[in-house]
């Protein structure tokens, strides 16, 4: 959450910018800056998620199954 919360700042600060008619590579380098910590708190969440299923799964044939289920996931999203 708190990624988000300072990901949610960098857009508001973008939106600034943008309002301040700033330059577009300084635009563009904080958007790449929010994109980079929002991949980074979706590849934690998948970790954390695919941590749970771990400790979770009744035996390793449901452990295979969940584990396929977050791994197309990460293929959609990622």
Known sequence: MHRLR???G???G?????EQDQPCDAIAQQLSAARKA???AFYEMMACSMEMEATDAPNNAVLCERIAE????????A
Do not use: C, G, N, P
């Open 6 to 8: 300072r990901v949610e």
């Open 14 to 18: 973008v939106l600034a910018m943008m």
């Open 10 to 12: 960098q857009i508001r």
């Open 70 to 77: 977050k791994t197309r996931l990460m293929a959609k999203y």
């Open 38 to 40: 929002l991949d980074r």
